[in-house]
């Protein structure tokens, strides 16, 4: 017997079951097969799981969480993998740095958009120009990262401040768009300062409404070297406040559940946009164009910076998130556009707006 194990030894689990099934027996074989090809996979996902802390740099209070956090990654790196191996996707998904948790630690610690729905047709923020479908006369295609008019992409960190990073990029991006000057505009600012509303609260989300109208209030905003981000709360410096780098004037509302409306305003600038950024397809974005599951429960904001389309003739737009470089294309999404109904995807037109310098 031995040394029939031996001369199998390098052939498959599959075979050697088989052939020492004939001779032992199922019911004495395969179930220490099976058991020890679980062993086998339960320390792939086990060696995965180092791995992937080496390169994020994750560590553990102690062994209990440790134990949790590994079985978390290795659901959702099981969920990458059978996404990733089923063929004509439009997107794939990867084991980020997020990956070690729920969708609901995630989404109470990573997003932060506080979207309040307002009459705002009847605002004067509201910009009636945009209400024609007509887009004969804007770009095919922009990308404005490509004219320098986008900055560096940051991580918000467990804080709820996606909706401050939006409002200062877009006034980074405006700001360069205008005078040719590029900035890094401090987020940190926007948490301590811009709490006028009850709406807005720093780190327990906004939106960037209440962002421009601080900013319109306070005379401008400062710069992040000046102002440092903390990914934390803290009562407003209004010393560092007060030394301005970037003005704005005004803010407009682009006209809800309106791509075409859309599409002219970021061919004229960035713009920030409320998106359903919830389940495991959003928050493990690897590459591609997004066409996967979400709904139009607003819980994000990020800075749409372009609109494009792939060869096959897909739409898309490019945001522009707050959650690494590590994330999806190097920090961005390409997300569908026109994808059929008039919220977009992930209800990504039904609540955008720009700031005016």
């Known amino acids: 017997m031995a040394l029939v194990v031996r001369e199998l030894g390098m052939m498959s689990t599959t075979i050697l079951c088989a052939v020492l099934v004939l001779i032992l027996g199922y019911s004495k074989v395969c179930p220490l097969v099976e058991c020890r090809r679980l062993g086998q996979d339960e320390a792939s996902s086990q060696d995965k799981h180092e791995q992937w802390m080496s390169v994020h740099g994750r560590s553990y209070i102690d062994d209990v969480e440790k134990e949790k956090r590994s079985n978390i990654f290795a659901d959702n790196a099981a969920y990458v993998e059978k996404f990733n191996s089923q063929e004509n996707r439009s997107f794939t998904l990867k084991t980020n740095s997020y990956a070690d948790l729920t969708d609901n630690e995630f989404m109470n610690a990573h997003t932060g958009g506080k979207y309040r729905r307002s009459n705002r047709s009847s605002s004067s923020q509201f910009d009636s120009s945009f209400i024609s479908d007509s887009i004969t006369n804007v770009p095919s295609s922009i990308d404005w990262r490509q004219k320098g008019a986008v900055s560096p992409v940051r991580e918000q960190l467990q804080c709820g401040s996606c909706w401050a990073f939006a409002s200062a990029e877009a006034v980074e991006s405006l700001t360069k768009i205008r005078t040719g000057k590029a900035y890094i505009l401090s987020v940190q600012q926007l948490l301590d300062c811009a709490t006028q509303n009850p709406n807005s609260r720093g780190c327990g989300g906004g939106n960037p409404e209440d962002a421009f109208d601080y900013l319109i209030s306070n005379g401008g905003i400062t710069t992040e ?100 470089e590590q994330w999806g294309e190097k920090g961005y999404m390409r997300i569908q556009r026109n994808s059929g109904p008039a919220q977009g995807k992930c209800g990504i037109a039904m609540s955008a707006s720009y700031p005016i310098a």
């Open 225 to 324: 070297s000046n102002y440092p981000y903390k990914a934390k709360d803290g009562s407003c410096d209004r010393k560092r406040a007060s030394q301005i780098a970037a003005r704005i004037s005004d803010y407009k509302y682009v006209p809800e559940n309106n791509e075409n409306a859309l599409l002219k305003a970021v061919a004229k600038q960035p713009v920030t946009a409320f998106v359903n950024s919830e389940g495991k397809e959003f928050r493990l974005y690897s590459s591609g164009v997004f066409t996967g599951s979400c709904g139009t429960t607003l819980d994000h904001v990020v800075l749409i910076v372009g609109y494009g389309q792939v060869e096959d003739g897909t739409k898309y737009w490019v945001i522009k998130n707050s959650w690494g």
